[in-house]
T-cell receptor, first 116, second 114 residues
Framework: EAGVAQSPRYKIIEKRQSVAFWCNPI?????LYWYQQILGQGPKLLIQ????????DSQLPKDRFSAERLKGVDSTLKIQPAKLEDSAVYLC??????????????FGEGSRLTVL | AQSVTQLDSHVSVSEGTPVLLRCNYS??????LFWYVQHPNKGLQLLLK????ATLVKGINGFEAEFKKSETSFHLTKPSAHMSDAAEYFC????????????WGAGTKLIIKP
């Protein structure tokens, strides 16, 4: 079975520029997550989707971050304008309905953002 | 509220010696607990999980963890470390809120000395 796909793997931009990350979850996984992982820290949840609806975006900095999941499959996370503190790895994860209680997530390899 | 604390930010062991990565949790429910592993420049992978069945849980690559309710601990162990075990390990608890959010520890970096 194909895993969670993310692109690009690496991105370097200057502050105040914009960037977009794309995620294709495992087929059939209704729940999709975007996490931010700053070097030396555990992942921090940015947003959770259930199909194409937002379940939790309480930790998403909405003045600069946006995310969408059109048609309940692929998802895009955008940052505009970027700040230095946005340098991190952005992880996409998905979960099938039958794994909801166990909490097991399937992660992509992440998109590493460097803001100069 | 649920929380998880990983007691060591770095652990260094020699190849062939035992590994112990410590994790304590706080939960008002009977928790679901997990260990995830992240190799350099790779995505996170589930190592093992505890979901109220056997208290000793076996995972991939020879790792295991024991759920101890009296000590609120879920330490990760391996009898003999291998160079390929060098990675970051995260202890995670399922919040069991309406969205089943995961609460992550800060991570422990495992260093294997030849």
């Amino acid at each position: 079975e194909a895993g969670v796909a993310q692109s690009p793997r690496y991105k370097i931009i200057e502050k105040r520029q914009s960037v977009a990350f794309w995620c294709n979850p495992i087929s059939g996984h209704a729940t999709l997550y975007w996490y931010q992982q700053i070097l030396g820290q555990g992942p921090k949840l940015l947003i959770q989707f259930q199909n194409n609806g937002v379940v939790d975006d309480s930790q998403l900095p909405k003045d600069r971050f946006s995310a969408e999941r059109l048609k309940g499959v692929d998802s895009t996370l955008k940052i505009q304008p970027a700040k230095l503190e946005d340098s991190a790895v952005y992880l996409c994860a998905s979960r099938p309905p039958w794994r909801q209680l166990t909490g097991e997530l399937f992660f992509g390899e992440g998109s590493r953002l460097t803001v100069l | 509220a649920q929380s998880v604390t990983q007691l060591d930010s770095h652990v260094s062991v020699s190849e062939g010696t035992p590994v112990l990565l410590r994790c304590n949790y706080s939960s008002s429910y009977s928790p679901s607990l997990f260990w995830y592993v992240q190799h350099p420049n790779k995505g996170l992978q589930l190592l093992l999980k505890y979901t109220s069945a056997a208290t000793l849980v076996k995972g991939i690559n020879g790792f295991e963890a024991e759920f101890k309710k009296s000590e609120t601990s879920f330490h990760l162990t391996k009898p003999s470390a291998h160079m390929s075990d060098a990675a970051e390990y995260f202890c995670v608890v399922n919040s069991m809120d309406s969205n089943y959010q995961l609460i992550w520890g800060a991570g422990t970096k495992l260093i294997i000395k030849p």
